[in-house]
């Protein structure tokens, strides 16, 4: 199973930036997609950007399409994710997750999860 821990999180007012970091053991390369997650309080987890390992293919939530980034970098088994033009609805904790058994940006196909980091946006 692969091994992931987040960081990055932290409180900004609105307009502001953050980059999270998820850092993963050596399992990613059998990793088929990365994905990050938010969940706000009485909420359910809902998909925010997830990039295939392989060949670097994104895809985004509507809600955040234009002001995030999702990138990886092979050589450091790390992905990002570049948030700008924060907004107090991006407020919440951010799972950084692992599909390691196809191409897939489900909740459900992803097995391995990161702790979460807290990201609050101020207005």
């Known amino acids: 199973q692969v091994q992931l821990v987040e960081s990055g999180g932290g409180s900004v007012q609105a307009g502001g930036s953050l980059r999270l970091s998820c850092a993963a053991s050596?399992?990613?390369?059998?990793?088929?997609?990365m994905g990050w997650f938010r969940q706000a309080p009485g909420k359910e987890r809902e998909f925010v950007a997830g990039i295939t390992w392989s060949g670097g293919s994104t895809a985004y939530a509507d809600s955040v399409k234009g002001r995030f980034t999702i990138s990886r970098d092979k050589s450091k088994n790390t992905v990002y994710l570049q948030m700008n033009s924060l907004k107090p609805e991006d407020t919440a904790v951010y799972y950084c997750a692992a599909n390691t058994k196809y191409v897939s940006f489900r909740r459900t196909d992803f097995g391995s999860w990161g702790q979460g980091t807290q990201v609050t946006v101020s207005s």
């Open positions: 050596e399992g990613t390369f059998s990793s088929y997609a």
